[in-house]
Nanobody
Framework: QVQLIESGGGMVQAGGSLRLSCAGS????????MGWFRQAPGKEREFVGV????????FYADSVKGRFIISRDNANNTVYLQMNSLKPEDTAVYYC?????????????????WGQGTQVTVSS
């Protein structure tokens, strides 16, 4: 069973960048579809982006398209979320998640293993 450990969160000014890391242990992440989600206080967990086990294609929420990039480094068993041109509305706890059989991609209940979450705060 895979375990996911997230890191890279923090505080950044609007327009800045952060890169979140999701490191796997127990199983190699190349076996899984990897999704990124975020949740702000009082809001539902929402889809950010996803990469298939093959590495392509990737899909992104409209709110982050063109600003965020998902990549995976199978040699290091790590998936990344590069966040550029950050906006205050990007402030949330970000989660990575692994799924084995994922068809709809955007639904949190399709993912069976989750990271602990990492806080991203964007100030203006």
């Amino acid at each position: 069973q895979v375990q996911l450990i997230e890191s890279g969160g923090g505080m950044v000014q609007a327009g800045g960048s952060l890169r979140l890391s999701c490191a796997g242990s127990g199983r190699i992440l190349s076996s899984y579809t990897m999704g990124w989600f975020r949740q702000a206080p009082g809001k539902e967990r929402e889809f950010v982006g996803v990469v298939r086990w093959s590495g392509t294609p990737t899909f992104y929420a409209d709110s982050v398209k063109g600003r965020f990039i998902i990549s995976r480094d199978n040699a290091n068993n790590t998936v990344y979320l590069q966040m550029n041109s950050l906006k205050p509305e990007d402030t949330a706890v970000y989660y990575c998640a692994a799924g084995t059989i994922v068809t709809w991609l955007k639904r949190p209940d399709e993912y069976h293993t989750w990271g602990q979450g990492t806080q991203v705060t964007v100030s203006s």
